[in-house]
């Protein structure tokens, strides 16, 4: 497969982690200085929140390298292997820990709406909780469609 199929996938991965990053880097520490400024008793919500983001981060970028990994299996010729399918295993358990965490901290996303009466951050909790729980259904499926496909062809493989 020509290399420059893959390169705009490649664009896009590397893209999606730069926001995420740079949100890590500059924006939740602001946040927390402005949590630890406000000297409120609502303060250990706002650490809970900022420790789940941080948390959440880990598995995602990880999540993100296995993509990286997968396309560059498609590049070698290696789409159709067990390398393939452990990567959509990992991102799928990459996906389910991040739903994992947000579930956890769906109670600090609560208090934190209730209280500043803003229904619209409960939704938010709930977005990242089911975006992630999509992707760990879509990367299952098509770990068991890739099985399927590298059963059939070492079944054709031995009838040759």
Known sequence: MKRGTTL?????????GLPVLAVCIFGLP??????AKSSSNLAYVQYGILSILYLSAIPFFFALFQA??????????????????KALQKIKYCAITISGLFVAGFPFFYILGEVDDAPGLILIGMTFIFASMV??????????????AIDIKSENDLTV
């Open 68 to 85: 990286f990994r997968l396309l560059n299996y498609i590049d070698s010729n290696k789409a159709f292997s067990e390398l393939s399918v």
């Open 135 to 148: 992707i760990a259904v879509f990367a299952a499926v098509l770990q068991r469609l890739l099985k399927q």
């Open 8 to 16: 705009f996938l490649k664009i896009a991965v590397i893209l999606i």
């Open 30 to 35: 602001m946040l927390a200085i402005e949590a």
